[in-house]
T-cell receptor, first 114, second 115 residues
Framework: EAQVTQNPRYLITVTGKKLTVTCSQN?????MSWYRQDPGLGLRQIYY???????DKGDVPEGYKVSRKEKRNFPLILESPSPNQTSLYFC?????????????FGPGTRLTVL | QQQVKQSPQSLIVQKGGISIINCAYE??????FPWYQQFPGKGPALLIA?????SEKKEGRFTISFNKSAKQFSLHIMDSQPGDSATYFCAASRAITDSWGKFQFGAGTQVVVTP
C-alpha cells in the first residue's frame, strides 16, 4: 500500500531532550516536507526537500533540523525541544516538487514538550 | 504573518445545504491553489485545486471559485453531507521552478454538517 508513515505517533518529552521523528514513504517520491499544525494557525511548513541531499527552509525552521540521506526517509530532528514546539507534526511527499503533483500526508505525530 | 487568510474559522450547515469557505491571499505571484480536507486523527488529503487561468473548477459536489482581481478564492460544498464534516484548508504555491516546494496554508475551517 502506497503510504507515508511517521513514528512515533505520540510523544511526550521534556525540555532539552533531543528527539527524532521519522518519516518514510514507499512511493519513490522526490519531494518531501514537514509541517506543524497549530490551532488557529493552520499548517506551517518547517523544512522541505526537493531530492536526496537537497533541503531548504520553510516558514518556521527555527529549532528544527532535517536530513535527506535516502530518497524514502526524511527525519525531523529537535536537538533541544522547548514547550513552544508542542504541536501536531505532519510529513508529506509528492512525486516531484511541482505544486500540481499531489502531496500525500502522513498520519501525524502529536508531540508534547513539558 | 499568514500569507493566506481563511474564513470562517468554523461552520455549521444542515444536510443538503451549501458550505462556503473563503480564502484571500496577498502575494500575486501565487499561481496554484489547492484545497485539502482533513478528518479527525488523519493527515490532510488533497480535495481539489485550481490555477488562476480559470475562474471555476468543479469536481462532483466540490467547486472552487477564483477571483484573480480580488485575490480571493473559495470552496463551495454543494448538497453537504454528514460525511463532509471535516477541517478544510486552503493553500497557495508558486509553480515557477525557483519557488517549487514552498506552500502557504490558511488557518483552516472546521465544517460540521448536521443530519
Amino acid at each position: 500500500e502506497a503510504q507515508v508513515t511517521q513514528n512515533p505517533r505520540y510523544l511526550i518529552t521534556v525540555t532539552g531532550k533531543k528527539l527524532t521523528v521519522t518519516c518514510s514513504q514507499n512511493m519513490n517520491h522526490e519531494y518531501m516536507s514537514w509541517y506543524r499544525q497549530d490551532p488557529g494557525l493552520g499548517l506551517r511548513q518547517i523544512y522541505y526537500s526537493m531530492n536526496v541531499e537537497v533541503t531548504d527552509k520553510g516558514d518556521v525552521p527555527e529549532g528544527y533540523k532535517v536530513s535527506r540521506k535516502e530518497k524514502r526517509n526524511f527525519p525531523l530532528i529537535l536537538e533541544s525541544p522547548s514547550p513552544n514546539q508542542t504541536s501536531l507534526y505532519f510529513c508529506a511527499s509528492s512525486l516531484s516538487p511541482r505544486p500540481r503533483d499531489t502531496q500525500y500526508f502522513g498520519p501525524g505525530t502529536r508531540l508534547t514538550v513539558l | 504573518q499568514q500569507q493566506v487568510k481563511q474564513s470562517p474559522q468554523s461552520l455549521i450547515v444542515q444536510k443538503g445545504g451549501i458550505s462556503i469557505i473563503n480564502c484571500a491571499y496577498e502575494n500575486t505571484a501565487f499561481d496554484y491553489f489547492p484545497w485539502y480536507q482533513q478528518f479527525p486523527g488523519k493527515g490532510p488529503a488533497l480535495l481539489i485545486a485550481i490555477r488562476p487561468d480559470v475562474s471555476e473548477k468543479k469536481e462532483g459536489r466540490f467547486t472552487i471559485s477564483f477571483n484573480k482581481s480580488a485575490k480571493q478564492f473559495s470552496l463551495h460544498i454543494m448538497d453537504s453531507q454528514p460525511g463532509d464534516s471535516a477541517t478544510y484548508f486552503c493553500a497557495a504555491s508558486r509553480a515557477i521552478t525557483d519557488s517549487w516546494g514552498k506552500f502557504q496554508f490558511g488557518a483552516g475551517t472546521q465544517v460540521v454538517v448536521t443530519p
